[in-house]
């Protein structure tokens, strides 16, 4: 780190009669709810008042860039971590600016780990990669309506409820599907998953309507876990939190059976359901076949 690190309430000089001033949440809230929240919901499907808030709680690094007396745009920005630029009519020069916060993030951040770059919106990708941004990830949000359709599970395999005996099965399914898929550049640990999948059978399992969307696959003649598809309720719809088939059983009907159960259940409460995925993942051909549309990319970077 080459320069120390400033307080939350110091007043960041970034030159040309630039500054960052920090905010609390809940005044950064309202800009950052129309000129980014409302500005790209598109690329997210959704992006509700009620998201929007807990994004600004759990970082809590949002800071107005003013000229002057007059906000020009804002960011979250820490050591390590930058995201969300947006700036302000009648100001334009959004390039300028993430130029200028990428310098003064990499003045602050501990260069010997990755410095992040979340969520960079299609249109701006260009920018950081000029300012020396790297690609790490490209995801897509998808979503379709929700309507009562038939879901016809293959011979040879059993549809179960989502139990707490199954973790274990499912953590290992989950390494092993994404391991054997090139899209996934970077496979999380299993502590990762385990928390993860943990995090659905202590609270989502709890909500009737997701428990009923989620599945585990079970091949009859091994008693072997082989397919899962697990959800959560964010921002009033379902989002499905992982869908994951066994290489071995891939190209069976498994992945599309988990779909179309879960279009089918999430029927009865909600209008839409929608997932997230890897671009060049070859699930999104399934999503699409099932009426699935997907948006402009976001994609997450590393700044070296």
Request: aromatic residues 12%; proline residues 4%; negative net charge.
């Amino acid at each position: 780190m080459s320069e120390q690190v400033q307080s939350l309430n110091e007043i960041i000089d970034l030159g040309d009669g630039l500054k960052l001033v920090y905010q609390e949440p809940d005044e950064y809230f309202n800009y950052y709810s129309v000129y980014y929240g409302q500005k790209y919901a598109d690329y997210f499907f959704r992006r509700s008042s009620g998201a929007m808030k807990e994004i600004v709680s759990i970082f809590d690094c949002g800071y107005f860039i003013m000229n002057g007396d007059n906000i020009i745009g804002g960011v979250f920005i820490k050591p390590n971590f930058m995201a969300d630029l947006f700036v302000v009519p009648p100001y334009e020069e959004y390039d300028g600016l993430a130029h200028k916060l990428l310098n003064h993030l990499k003045k602050v951040s501990n260069t010997d780990e990755k410095i992040i770059v979340r969520d960079v919106v299609e249109e701006h990708v260009a920018t950081y990669v000029q300012s020396g941004c790297h690609v790490n990830e490209v995801n897509y949000w998808m979503i379709r309506p929700t309507q009562p359709i038939k879901a016809i599970l293959p011979d040879g395999y059993l549809s179960n409820p989502v139990l707490e005996g199954d973790i274990a099965d499912i953590v290992d399914l989950i390494i092993e599907s994404y391991s054997a898929n090139s899209a996934y550049k970077q496979i999380g640990t299993k502590e990762d998953y385990t928390n993860h999948v943990r995090e659905f059978n202590e609270i989502y399992q709890h909500n009737k309507a997701m428990d009923e969307c989620s599945r585990v696959i079970v091949e009859q003649c091994t008693n072997k876990v082989v397919g899962v598809c697990l959800h959560m309720e964010f921002e009033d719809y379902p989002l499905i939190m992982s869908l994951a088939v066994h290489p071995e059983h891939q190209h069976k009907g498994l992945g599309r059976f988990l779909l179309r159960h879960s279009i089918n259940m999430s029927s009865k409460e909600y209008p839409a359901t929608r997932l997230s995925v890897i671009e060049d993942n070859p699930a999104i051909k399934l999503y699409e076949d099932l009426g699935f549309i997907k948006n402009k990319s976001l994609t997450e970077m590393y700044l070296v």
